[in-house]
């Protein structure tokens, strides 16, 4: 027991100083990443639904979708929060619908891992070209010219796979979240 | 290093004699993978220089303490503790530079460079020399790695800290996609290791290294 003390007690001292220390350091700087966080989420939603004042937080179909009202109150358009498989990791993003579910208003990437230079454009401009598509059918992703009147996009080139997956997870997340967004109206 | 060396001296080591990057070859995975741009690089390099200084500290302070087989155990204590400060820091102050470097900031823990600074100098030397041993370290690997996000970020992406230096017509279309991808970090440092070899050989011949 006295070996057992003599040869550990600095792993244990330096164990609880060093988790003191951590545990102060994640109480101190929590409220900051939560808040950075959010504000990424709410650029995200304001780039999708083009007027937001407030917005209600609803659970549908296991996804998490912004009810968004405009000053008066009035319903200015939903923005759904979606994950899921992209290239090299997880996607999310947030899509937005008009106040009746018919139209796309946007998409906007807020995570992912894609390859820099290719599959990394889905963050940027390539993305507005999902604003004013149907949404009540599926969006396709093609290579070369996308005809709008047929629910396309252009898939960027080099990264059809990444276009393909971000329409994937629009399509998925429209066809689950859209048929019960009637309810929270 | 028989001799003892001043603390200039071995502050000066680790930027370019012994630099970790170009010279002795660790901490290979953040190299090759954060480096596609100027910002990523200097950030990377600045976390990695903190947690080698901080674990460097540590365990010179505590030298005489230290068990010799536990010895390990404490190192990577002390290092998994400031890495993850580090982590929590960058989240806190710089989210979308945080954002990019995802996993390899955590993965700093077992960046080789640093436990070798605790196991060849901070376990034996004095607090001083270990600190001047860690930033000298930490700035010749951020020297070096922002030598690579320069290269890569200017031929890969025509900028250099996200400002435009290359005119439009090489941005339209024309930038080297190659540069920003793993196999640019490849080509890149394999060109710079090259250079630094040759200016080494070369003052090694003439006496002057």
């Known amino acids: 027991m006295k070996k057992f003390v003599d040869e550990s007690w600095l792993v244990l001292v330096m164990g609880v100083v060093f988790a003191c220390l951590l545990a102060g350091t994640q109480t101190s700087l929590e409220a900051r990443i939560l808040e950075n966080q959010a504000r990424a989420l709410n650029e995200a939603i304001a780039e999708v639904v083009p007027v937001v004042d407030t917005m209600e937080t609803l659970t549908v179909d296991g996804n998490t979708v912004y009810k968004c009202l405009d000053k008066e109150g009035n319903l200015a358009g939903w923005a759904v929060d979606a994950v899921g498989t992209g290239f090299v990791d997880k996607i999310r993003l947030v899509a937005g619908l008009s106040p009746d579910g018919s139209r796309v208003t946007g998409i906007k990437v807020i995570e992912d891992l894609e390859t820099p230079g290719l599959g990394n454009k889905i963050e940027g401009e390539w993305a507005d070209q999902y604003k004013g598509l149907d949404a009540s059918r599926k969006i396709e992703a093609i290579k070369g010219e996308a005809n709008r009147d047929n629910n396309e996009v252009q898939a960027i080139t080099g990264a059809t796979y990444s276009s393909t997956y971000v329409t994937d997870i629009v399509n998925d997340v429209i066809e689950r979240v859209r048929p019960m967004l009637e309810e929270h109206r | ?209």
């Open chain 2, 1 to 209: 290093m028989a001799k003892e060396v001043s603390n200039l001296e071995q502050f000066k080591d680790g930027v370019l004699g012994n630099n970790p990057v170009l010279v002795q070859l660790l901490g290979m995975c953040p190299t090759l993978a954060v480096t596609n741009s100027l910002e990523n690089a200097l950030v990377m390099g600045m976390a990695a220089t903190f947690v080698v200084v901080m674990s460097n500290l540590i365990t010179s302070t505590l030298r005489n303490l230290i068990k010799p087989h536990v010895r390990i155990l404490i190192f990577t204590l002390t290092i998994a503790t400031f890495v993850t400060i580090a982590d929590l820091t960058l989240k806190a102050y710089i989210f979308e530079v945080s954002k990019k470097l995802g996993a390899f900031v955590p993965l700093i823990i077992v960046n080789c460079m640093i436990i070798c600074r605790a196991e060849v100098v901070a376990i034996k030397k004095g607090v001083a020399k270990s600190l001047a041993d860690a930033f000298g370290i930490g700035i010749g690997f951020t020297l070096a790695l922002s030598i690579l996000g320069v290269v890569r970020e200017i031929l890969g992406s025509g900028t250099l800290m996200n400002r435009q230096v290359l005119p439009d017509a090489f941005l339209d279309g024309h930038t080297w996609v190659i540069m920003v991808l793993p196999p640019g970090a490849f080509l890149t440092l394999g060109v710079v290791v090259g250079v630094v070899n040759h200016v080494r050989a070369r003052g090694a011949k003439g006496g002057a290294a």
